[in-house]
């Protein structure tokens, strides 16, 4: 996998005073300015590689616990500890610091706000710059045209999250959503912007991932899983679709990457595998992928969910599932084996005796090598969150047995002995949510799904939920104002444009 | 005695871009300010007698900041616990407005940013407070620039025998105490606290002026505020020495002009608004954990041939 190093500020503008004496040589030895990058499609592939670095990469954007802050997979991890459905036994990171007692986001200068913001719109800035200078470089029509649609995706795909952080809920029943969301900054030359409207953002979202879709057509292929591709921006398109109560987009584009089949669901082999190491899973259609050269041993995804990760934090503090939903697991589903009850020596073997176990506790994750930086493969987007979101918009859209049927076509893969559900109504779109948390615990989705639908966070209907280790934070009730993260500090002191504060 | 008063121009300075652009600082040459002031010295024998002097020495410094231009597309630049602007000096401090403790369950009140919702507000006593940090205003806290900075030397001899000491002290100024706002926090099991915090609020000791220990709450009862600023004002005794000359009909036995023994002290005492705070750490008033200066005791002889 070629990953090209670039230095954070590779797409930085050379700024100050140049000193014009001769003798001087002007030009930088750690920074590389635009004028460089943007000469051929092989380098500004560089700096659209520097992207995808950045999101899994230790953060620089705050030194506090940077460590449990790998660019946007951090977040990912973040935002899960938010939800209720993955915990741990005590207050350490992610629960303590910042985002399980809902401090993080609830603090104006706070680290947790000031990073989701700015990584996110890191990668937009980053995005917009090649964006703006991709149409005159050198090189073939069908490298530009992937170039420029997976910086489109990039883009989308942060606004996405931006606009769900930042803004109240969209609500499909009230559109448009005036309610304020983020700056929208679409050029390199777009600064210092004023909040708009959460319509405005997600209208930017599905124009990106449309003119995206589009590109790919004539787009050579990505050279692997690490890049997005037509699939991934479908099914982004649909995950948005999805968040927008968009029933019919939702189930046309989860439609096309499902009748697609280019990312079969996994086997049960593969289901035990440990999640990390994307091109051998079919159904990973895009990931964050470091080398092993780029690992790090504390500040990576794994290092902070992996139960055999060599980190303090992993071994003192492996993360557990909501019982109670565990519970609901079929015995023969292969996703029950994700989790141990009752662990012990002989049913939970762990890589030392320095490694803690606690019940209900996640294998789910595994490191791809003990011995080595803690590395893994992060799944962004996979096939089976496909299958869900298209049962979940059937249901909505009053197809019941389109969405007993799609999400048979799951539970049959991950349980031999699964029925197809006769559920309707309510009850089935209750069955779908459990699949849909069992499925995609870990990855990023609780807490967005209970924003998205509008729901409560009740911390105190999980029985092994440990109220001490989120500060007694146990309930949060729908449409609360703590739904919406504050806009960072240093964004309302260094832009005199950008609007309101949340409430 | 002196007065001077030095203007700059075209200073870098790091200037914050919103976080929502593609960079987030840019170093600038933009930027003017001077600083201005009195260094006055005196230095006299206070007492002259045959066998006995005492020579005192003493100087007194003032400075005044104030920076005078800045561009007009970033008329203030907030840095930290600072803001800088046209007419105020480079230190000024910008800190949300701590007012105390509520006595029915220990908040922290802080004032609040006009236009705060009534949601947010909480009313004590007919005065509006917020307890959340978010919520509270922001203003000038004062400057972390003394009034007057000033030392003075007092030197004894009587015949051979010689003491003298130095004292060093400030009047004025704010320090940011950084490192109590750091022992006063709770927001980890198991870590230093500064004793200080066994006085917190508790419905038993409602009047106490430190907020509730509450492990959920800390991010806002210990927020950054105007709560950790304290007067930089400090005296101490920065050096003592006592030496002896031995006498001339000794010396000359062993052939050597001058002999003297010498006992020294450095940083010997301070005294300061806050036990172990040292206002000198850093002129910007701000404190992180960096050692003391060390205490230096020294004996010696020196000889002249």
């Not at chain 1, 590395?375 to 007993?404: C, F, T």
């Not at chain 2, 030095?6 to 040459?29: C, R, T, V």
């Amino acid at each position: 996998m070629k990953k090209i190093i670039l230095l954070t500020g590779a797409l930085a503008l050379m700024v100050g005073s140049g000193c014009k004496k001769e003798y001087l040589d002007t030009a930088s030895t750690e920074q590389v300015d635009i004028g460089t990058i943007f000469t051929t499609t092989e380098k500004a592939n560089a700096a659209l590689n520097g992207i995808y670095r950045y999101m899994f990469e230790r953060t620089v954007e705050t030194t506090s616990n940077a460590q449990g802050k790998p660019g946007l997979t951090g977040i990912l991890l973040g935002v899960d500890h938010m939800g209720e459905d993955l915990h741990q036994a005590s207050a350490t990171w992610f629960t303590s610091t910042g985002e399980g007692n809902y401090v993080g986001p609830r603090t104006d200068n706070h680290a947790v706000t000031r990073y989701y913001y700015r990584t996110l719109f890191r990668m937009v800035g980053n995005a917009n710059i090649i964006l703006d200078n991709i149409d005159n470089v050198i090189g073939t029509d069908s490298e530009k045209a992937r170039i420029k649609a997976e910086a489109l995706t990039l883009r989308a795909y942060a606004y996405s999250y931006l606009v769900q952080f930042y803004g109240k809920r969209y609500d499909a029943a009230a559109k448009p959503n005036a309610q304020l969301a983020v700056p929208l900054p679409l050029k390199s030359t777009d600064v210092k912007m004023p909040r708009v409207s959460v319509e405005e953002v997600y209208a930017s979202v599905i124009k990106d991932l449309e003119t995206a879709i589009d590109l790919y057509a004539t787009a050579s292929t990505r050279a692997n899983k690490s890049h997005a591709n037509i699939w991934v921006a479908k099914g982004l398109r649909a995950r948005v679709a999805l968040t927008m109560q968009d029933y019919p987009n939702a189930i046309k584009f989860a439609k096309e990457v499902v009748d697609g089949n280019q990312f079969p669901l996994m086997n049960e082999t593969a289901y035990l595998s440990g999640f990390n190491d994307a091109p051998n899973l079919s159904e990973v259609m895009w990931a964050s992928m470091p080398t092993l050269n780029q690992g790090d041993a504390f500040g990576s995804y794994f290092a902070q969910i992996a139960y055999n990760a060599n980190t303090t934090y992993q071994r003192g503090t492996p993360k557990r599932i909501n019982s109670a939903l565990y519970d609901l697991i079929s015995a023969t589903d292969v996703r029950k084996k994700m989790w141990e009850k009752a662990p012990t020596a002989a049913n939970f073997p762990l890589p030392t005796t320095a490694f803690v176990r606690s019940p209900y506790m996640s294998r789910k994750f595994s490191v791809k090598d003990i011995a080595g930086p803690s590395l893994g493969d992060v799944s962004l987007l996979r096939s089976s969150e496909m299958y869900l979101i298209l049962a979940e918009a059937y249901a909505k859209a009053a197809q019941p047995a389109n969405a007993q049927n799609t999400l048979f076509v799951l539970t049959s893969k991950r349980d031999p002995n699964a029925v197809k559900s006769t559920n309707l109504g309510d009850a089935l779109l209750n069955e779908i949510m459990v699949n849909r948390r069992v499925e995609l615990w870990g990855e990023g989705f609780r807490y967005l799904d209970l924003k998205r639908l509008n729901q409560a966070l009740d911390r105190a209907a999980v029985p092994n939920y440990a109220s001490i280790s989120v500060a007694e934070k146990m309930k949060i009730p729908a449409g609360d104002v703590q739904w919406e993260f504050f806009i960072p500090r240093s964004e309302m002191e260094a832009n005199p444009n950008i609007g309101p504060q949340n409430p | 005695m002196e007065y001077y008063k030095k203007g700059s121009g075209q200073l870098i300075f790091e200037l914050p871009l919103p976080l929502s652009d593609g960079m987030e600082k840019i170093l600038k040459n933009i930027g003017s300010m001077y600083n201005s002031g009195f260094e006055l010295q005196l230095g006299a024998d206070l007492v002259r007698s045959k066998n006995f002097t005492w020579n005192l020495l003493t100087n007194w410094t003032t400075i005044k900041n104030e920076i005078t231009k800045l561009p007009a597309e970033t008329p203030v630049i907030t840095s930290g616990t600072k803001r800088r602007e046209v007419g105020k000096d480079y230190y000024s401090y910008w800190l949300r407005q701590y007012v105390g403790v509520d006595a029915t369950d220990g908040s922290a009140l802080y004032i609040p940013e006009p236009g705060t919702a009534p949601a947010n507000i909480r009313t004590v006593n007919g005065v509006e407070y917020v307890t959340n940090q978010t919520y509270a205003k922001f203003d000038y806290s004062g400057t972390a620039i003394p009034d007057l900075m000033g030392s003075f030397i007092n030197t004894f001899s009587y015949k051979n025998l010689s003491l003298s000491f130095q004292v060093n002290y400030q009047i004025g100024g704010k320090f940011y105490d950084s490192i109590y706002q750091g022992l006063m926090s709770t927001s980890s099991y198991g870590a230093a606290m500064h004793a200080d915090i066994l006085n917190s609020w508790t419905p038993a000791n409602p009047t106490s002026n430190t907020p509730r220990m509450d492990y959920g709450y800390t991010a806002n009862a210990n927020a950054t505020s105007s709560r950790w600023l304290i007067d930089a004002s400090y005296i101490s005794l920065r050096n003592v020495n006592l030496s002896y000359n031995l006498p001339k009909n000794l010396l000359g036995k062993i052939d050597v002009s001058n002999a003297r023994v010498f006992v020294t002290g450095e940083n010997l005492a301070m005294i300061s608004k806050r036990k172990g705070l040292d206002p000198t750490e850093a002129f910007d008033g701000v404190n992180a954990f960096t050692f003391v200066p060390s205490r230096i005791l020294s004996f010696g002889v020196n000889f002249s041939l």
